[in-house]
């Protein structure tokens, strides 16, 4: 098939966080194990990302165990793993080399969070002359700071100023700056339909 899923971040690293509370959906695991079966069922290419800041000692670093997927979700065999560095999935990895490799042209994307990793790399995978669909119920965020908070705010701290951006806020915006310039916004209710009426 000429379409591939991209799973960016649906990772335990967000659960050792302290912002873990704060997301958009704790749930998002349910959402992204439907895409990865409609992409199963349509042998479609399934890529699993993660982000990793080795030596930072952070949730990110790998020496911490904590950049794994989230225990909910299966990888297969044979389907490609990869590990970056960057907000994006392609600058850092091989990603664009793997896709052209198996005739991939259209992308759906998805995971965590929304506005960063996973808006990043649909607008890099647009340019890139791919055709993206983001589905946006499978992807989450937390809240924003205002850029002129305090470093170093508790969660609290965040909830409590009245410049943060709202989750729900965030995801919406996204959907705007990506909608006829970058990508295709879609939900997993819409693709699953949508491969039924094909099948």
Not at 98 to 122: D, F, K, N, S
Request: aromatic share 4%; proline share 5%.
């Amino acid at each position: 098939m000429t379409r591939a899923l991209i799973v960016i971040d649906v990772q335990e690293s967000f659960r050792a966080h302290p912002l873990w509370e704060t997301i958009s959906d704790p749930k998002i695991t349910r959402q992204v194990d439907r895409l990865v079966g409609l992409a199963r069922r349509a042998g479609d290419t399934v890529v699993w990302v993660l982000h990793s800041e080795p030596g930072s000692g952070g949730v990110f670093d790998p020496a911490l165990g904590h950049v794994r997927l989230m225990d909910e979700l299966s990888r297969r065999d044979g389907e490609p793993l990869i590990h970056k560095t960057s907000h994006n999935a392609f600058t850092t990895t091989n990603l664009q080399q793997l896709l052209t490799e198996r005739g991939v042209r259209e992308l759906t994307v998805c995971g965590i969070r929304t506005e960063q990793c996973v808006e990043t790399t649909a607008r890099l995978a647009s340019d890139l002359g791919y055709q993206v669909t983001f589905v946006t119920d499978a992807t989450a965020t937390n809240p924003v700071p205002h850029r002129d908070a305090p470093a170093g705010q508790s969660v609290a701290e965040l909830l409590a100023d009245p410049r943060t951006l709202s989750a729900e806020d965030v995801v919406r915006r996204t959907e705007y700056a990506l909608s006829g310039r970058f990508a295709t916004i879609a939900t997993v209710d819409e693709l699953e339909t949508s491969a039924a009426s094909r099948a």
